[in-house]
């Protein structure tokens, strides 16, 4: 009895080894086209914080077409992208491009460029708060600023520097 229970053990285990054969198929062609890549290589740079950088790529990735107010009846439609870093408000053509953008984010990373800039002209003073902001128009491309709020001691400024650390 004791060698009947193994043998069906040993067989149990022995047909599972052949059910591990893959079945190989043939898939369709994909292709895939990036509708906004304009959008994205104008607001794109290397060091974007990954808030910005993960809404960006959802608004350009949204499409417009498949979204439940679509109509052919609008040339434009306008959708807004939240989180509690920022927004942003594109505005998008009827074949789901982005026309232009409205993107604003507060308290986010600033780019080594920008602190840096802020420390060489201003050496005793803190940034406390920190507002980015990208306009982006499909012709013009996109203008990237930060509004800073410097803090030393009792004394407060305001000052607002470009993407690449120049001063406006």
Do not use: C, H
Not at 13 to 28: D, N, Y
Not at 119 to 125: E, G, H, M
């Amino acid at each position: 009895m004791k060698k009947f229970i193994i043998g069906l053990f040993v067989i149990g285990l022995t047909s599972q080894v052949f059910a591990q054969i893959p079945k190989v198929e043939r898939l369709s062609e994909v292709v895939v086209t990036a509708v906004n890549y304009k959008y994205l290589n104008a607001t794109d740079s290397k060091e974007v914080a990954i808030p910005v950088k993960m809404l960006e790529r959802k608004a350009a990735a949204f499409n417009v077409e498949n979204a439940e107010f679509y109509s052919d009846d609008f040339d434009f439609y306008t959708v807004s992208f939240i989180i509690p870093e920022g927004k942003i408000v594109a505005a998008y053509n009827t074949e789901g491009e982005i026309v232009r953008t409205i993107e604003r984010f507060e308290d986010i990373k600033l780019p080594s460029a920008v602190r840096d800039a802020v420390a060489d002209r201003f050496p005793n003073w803190e940034i406390v708060n920190d507002v980015y902001r990208v306009t982006y128009n499909q012709k013009k491309g996109a203008d990237k600023s930060y509004k800073l709020k410097l803090k030393n001691g009792d004394k407060t400024m305001r000052v607002k520097v470009d993407d690449k650390g120049g001063f406006l």
